[in-house]
């Protein structure tokens, strides 16, 4: 195979990581969350974010992170609304519905949420025989490439707020959002928007470790608590520091996004002046061109992909995925291969 | 208020049930399950669905029924299938959730669930990335008052059997769904075809009080520990015993159904004459009749019931509910009114 | 068999609230606790507590209410202090656990839980690596027949308050703790020492049905989506109203327990009398007598009692519990039988 | 400080698996658990154990292995029997019972459980108003330094076997305890006597990781769904999977834990020499010496430690812990300090 654009995952980890741990790998520091690196991570993410007292905490992964924030804000008879795409609805194995949540679910064209669901989800709860809707959950960059704008992502906040609900921004992708070209939001003015949110590192330069940023004061207290009881304090959590010491000391987190982006656009754009179709207007690194099923068959056997949406007997949609470590060549020769037709 | 036609539990109870409850009361029985009027009423009905071998429990109401006995059948990462109108989706607060299980919902226009529906659930759900389908929820009569017919449920319990899915019948108003003119099913019958379902009691002349009938041997084992877990036994439990010895001694459970569904078909005959249309074709207690909205505000005046659906800003449906304690004046009270116009 | 001394629920309800029921029988009124005999009740318990603020809710028993107050009070990560031989630890099959919550155990001699136990528990959990003690359960009368005294209460509430904890008293046999001789508390007393307790009718003098009181503000919120969630919401709610109407419009609850006590304290001190021992103090309706085997084995055929406790290879500590329905001749049966040696 | 020996994670990985993380480093792998090196690890671990059928499963963190693996063993009502001192029951937030499950505490004086202690539980529960053990819990080596002998295990085993118990050792410690010199079992013999254990990484050698090895065929089916559910497949699993290739290859593994045994040995028998007294008798690599307070608060401005137990109002007892990294001047240099008193 000449490259597998299946995940933003498939690679290891950025170099730096690997040798900041290897330079400090005999050094004797505390463990869950109290060494010495993870406050220093800590320190930088919060000057990032212009909010010297947001708490910050570090989680393995993006589905234990999720597992671990909703449940940690609700009531247990409140709700959390979502997509259907959304990823606590589709691929944690019920995650959210284990620790004792239901997912009030609705359909969306391009995976974001808009005010008016919300409300109609709003609408049709109204008392004790229903759950109390109270968190809204949405993903930037969302599950199928798109992103929000800094108006909508305002007027959602704002909503919200008017309405009693809290907002909760999963970041698997916040890298990949913010450094699209389509863009007009910073990560302070996203976290000022949002109550709780996370900045994944997986799948951006990180070997494991996403940061949970908790804005809303209300929902700071015992944190640990939750962490500890799910399973998520890792004894040696400098390997969590060290990660967001290096992906943020320098900016090399958004560096990483950029390329991952590049990569995506230029692949997309040659597709696109080939004449395909895309399954929709993605600006990040996930894009979902269509192809003939004879196409695809071709190309499975030179590059890894999921086919991701049958359009009709003939054609299917299928992800490209790009990430930090993928290399201009790889574009290159799948795009030379589809032009000519291999 | 001339009548009250919002719910089938606005009454008491049916006299004879007081009777014996009165008769019995000073008489020392044991508590929790293994009292002698219990053990009467599991014989009894283990005689009527002709099953001498099905494990039978009382609960004091369907919502915690349902929350006991899906979680009883369920590992952690199964998941139940429901229509979107299903009571466990809708009017439980959540409680199946609660628990721990995702419901795979899925879109009916009868309230019924179809194979073709089971189906897409189970191809949207491939790997541990997801919840794994295990059970299909129905209720006979419906929510919406629809019901399921011989051939349909055979069809249903086959395929579930298929595909290695169990099939749980709620049955809050199965006494309505049997007596239905549509109905073609005897409770014997039904029985087999599922694995576990429940005869609801509170809706249908008793005090309080479901039936939960187990029918499949591996769904039987400790049993009474989940009741006891979720606090279901009830102390005296005699109280259940003894109203269902007096509703199947003699089969007076399926009269009351008959009665409350009689009074429910002369309304709808009626209302139908007068050229008003309805939400669905319901053969059982509760129906739906279309409106105006200045009719509905003048029926409101003198009868209780809910507005269950907006058609437009002009039209509502309200549900009008029948029971075993329906006074047949009642009945002819509203098609007076109705058709004089007050 | 003479009399059954097993437990408080072996016989019915008193004729009183059989008789309510009958007349209001086909009344019709609203479900799930917003009819208006629970309105009634209400009312008067908040009387009776001199409490008008209180919220009070009914539930069906007392396993379902401690696996419904508990949980509603706390935290995921926040445990409940008992004693080994709280009602919450052993008889309720894990109930509490189920629903997320580790309990705190602590020895007690008498079945009551002093500042000191507590304050052991507090010493022992300094950090998130364990769970963090956030509730105090009390049983008065307690599971071993012992009660509270005023002082006793009074201390207890004020460490509990000192320490940032909440109090929540399980009041299943409240009327008899209530009625002892040994009493020195009163209802409404009692009431301002706790944060949340329960009065049990079940096993004193009601069919079913135990009054949830909730006196702290801030766990007022939302009760009722907790009962739904939990399944406790009974739709003919009237019967729960009715109930505690006919138990408490003129004390008649009282007059029950205290007759309780005083077949118990017959029994008691007559068997004192001749001589034998008792595991413990109780003043309350259950007592526990020591006898040797053989004379355990006597009464055995003629009396219903559980075995309690073996002293040694020869002796046991047996449990009689007496009720508003127990006849003096029982009594006198008894006594008699173990004055003659049969 | 001159060394800490508060924890056996407070120095980072074994240098050889950083060194395979950077030769792999850019190398495409699929994630979640189906990458090349997962699989060559899973295989390296069945030939270890001898048993070609094993499943295998990689976890960040043992709190997290423990929180997944019981509750997917125990059905909703079923309890784990632990010692006090067990992990589960003091130093994971309550993590089990938030997973719906009580612990049966058993006192111990060594840390280790016996089946004595475990009928004693099993005698107390006798119905279903009670939880119903089926997980028997032990750790080796213990929380306290202590380790099962071959008889010790064997015994248990049997019991449990002949009870219908089922057996889950935490190996969180495993490598100590089996390069012990009180050992006398083989990784492979001590997989035999046990249903599923797990071989604990983070505290030997490894960055992160605990490898979940299921002997019981019964509990194999559908792990992975358990895994996801709560946020434990890692995304880029390779890294479980280098980190146990390297460890396991050529049984590093246990040569770290030779070394970290080694150096407590050391510590102790010097310790001994000089006359104090030791909690326990613990040969694995935590010890617990008794010394005055004075000589504690001397020790503790050159050495990290816990002060693990107050014994009278001048003693206490300390924990030391070594590891792979721990080196030997620093043993020499604690020595040299206790002779000569600083």
Redesign the interface.
């Known amino acids: ?1 000449i ?2 654009f ?2 933003d ?5 950025h ?1 730096r990581i ?1 040798d900041a ?2 330079q ?9 969350g109290e060494d010495r690196y993870s406050r220093e991570a800590i320190s930088l993410l919060r000057h990032k974010i212009k909010n010297p007292s947001a708490d910050i905490h570090f989680v ?9 924030v909703i ?2 804000v609700l ?3 409140e ?1 959390v609304i979502s997509t259907f795409t959304g990823h606590i609805n ?6 959210i ?7 009030n ?1 609705v359909e969306s064209s391009d995976g974001k949420l808009s005010c008016k669901s919300i409300q109609s989800v709003l609408d049709a709860h109204t008392d ?5 809707p109270k968190l809204v959950y949405i993903s930037n960059a969302t599950e199928t490439g798109t992103l929000y704008r800094k108006n909508e992502l305002e007027t959602l906040s704002r909503f919200c707020r008017s309405k009693g609900l809290l907002l909760y921004l999963d970041g698997a992708r916040i890298g990949s959002a913010l450094c699209s070209q389509d863009n007009d939001l910073t990560l302070a003015q996203l976290s000022q928007l949002v109550d709780v949110f996370y900045i994944g590192g ?2 951006n330069g990180a ?2 470790g996403e940061a949970v940023i908790i804005i809303n004061d209300s929902l700071k207290k ?1 944190f ?13 959590s ?2 969590f520091g060290l990660q967001f010491v290096e992906l943020f000391k320098d900016d090399l987190f958004f560096r990483l996004a950029e390329h991952a982006n590049a990569m995506a656009l230029k692949l997309s754009r040659s597709i696109e002046k080939m004449g395909f179709q895309f399954l929709n207007k993605s600006a990040t690194n996930q894009i979902f061109p269509i192809f003939k099923q004879d196409v695809i068959n071709r190309l499975s056997k030179k590059y ?1 992909f999921y086919v991701w949406e049958n359009m009709d007997d003939q054609h299917a949609a299928i992800r490209l995925v790009t990430s930090w ?1 993928t290399k201009e060549k790889a574009i290159d020769s799948f795009i030379g291969d589809l032009e000519t037709g291999f």
């Open positions: 195979m490259y597998n299946k995940n995952y498939t690679e290891g980890v170099p690997l741990l290897k400090t790998n005999l050094e004797q520091h505390e463990g869950y393995s992964g993006g589905t234990h992170t999720n597992a671990i449940p940690s009531k247990p008879y709700s589709t691929h944690e194995a019920g995650a519905e284990h620790a004792g949540h239901k997912i679910v004790e025989h229903m759950v109390k997986t799948k070997m494991l015992d640990r608590f939750h962490l500890k009881q799910k399973g998520a304090l890792l004894a040696k400098r390997i890894g470590a």
